[in-house]
């Protein structure tokens, strides 16, 4: 039969463990959502820099029509022009200009034929992109406020856990609680209070001496593993 401040020990170890779970999971919330706040931005930076090349065709189309503008005021101009001279190679000459500005609005207004149809092919792919975004961010969003709440319950739940630790700790021997919360502080990772099987420590799985196995199958008394010092039990 276990002893009675043995069942006490590996309940509080058990609430302990439990305890502990919390602190871990409140501690990677945090970065959860970090990491998706993260992803809000990235998403958003990926669809300004969308808007920011439709932008410039805007402009770079813009551009073409107010050169286009600029040439047709030339044109308009050495027409005026020819109406004043006298000189047929004067005449021919302002003649040539006017062809050569002619083809470069040709070639201008091909170009802005061009820039208009990728504009809206990028026009309806960036619309697309939009509620694309948008969905993923509501998505995102969301998530992150399940997160806060999961976090503030989680505190909630981790308050409770203590006061469970505390009771638990309060019902066994004081010299047992304080060798317990300093072999907890000692070993590298839980748990603290181990079986033995085999005479081995199920903690280290390291055979122990025969003083020491003699003494945990007693069970009179707490007894530690003489290799890593974890609280040792025979389970019969």
Do not use: F
């Not at 970065?31 to 990926?46: C, G, L, S, T, V």
């Not at 070639?107 to 509620?131: A, G, K, P, T, W």
């Not at 998530?143 to 006061?163: D, F, M, P, R």
């Not at 304080?178 to 502080?185: A, E, F, N, T």
Request: hydrophobic content about 35%.
């Amino acid at each position: 039969m276990v002893a009675e401040w043995l069942q006490k020990l590996l309940i509080l170890q058990d609430r302990d463990s439990s305890c502990d779970g919390i602190k871990q999971q409140l501690a990677r919330i945090p970065d959860q959502i970090a990491a998706e706040e993260a992803n809000i931005r990235e998403i958003a930076e990926a669809l300004k820099e969308k808007e920011n090349a439709m932008k410039h065709l805007e402009v770079k189309r813009l551009d073409i029509e107010g050169e286009v503008e600029q040439t047709e005021a030339t044109i308009i101009k050495y027409k005026t022009q020819q109406m004043q001279v006298k000189k047929n190679e004067e005449y021919t000459a302002l003649e040539n200009e006017i062809k050569n500005l002619q083809a470069k609005i040709s070639e201008m207004e091909d170009e802005e034929l061009l820039l208009l149809e990728e504009i809206d092919q990028r026009s309806v792919i960036l619309n697309r992109d939009r509620d694309s975004i948008t969905s993923q961010k509501h998505t995102l969003e969301a998530h992150i406020e399940l997160l806060k709440k999961n976090y503030a319950a989680s505190q909630s739940e981790l308050e409770a856990a203590k006061g469970a630790v505390v009771e638990c700790g309060q019902e066994l021997d004081a010299g047992v609680l304080q060798q317990y919360q300093y072999v907890k502080s000692q070993v590298k990772r839980p748990p603290v209070v181990v079986p033995l099987v085999e005479n081995k420590c199920q903690g280290c799985h390291l055979k122990v001496s025969g003083e020491v196995e003699t003494d945990v199958r007693r069970g009179r008394e707490l007894t530690r593993c003489d290799s890593c010092g974890r609280i040792l039990y025979y389970d019969r």
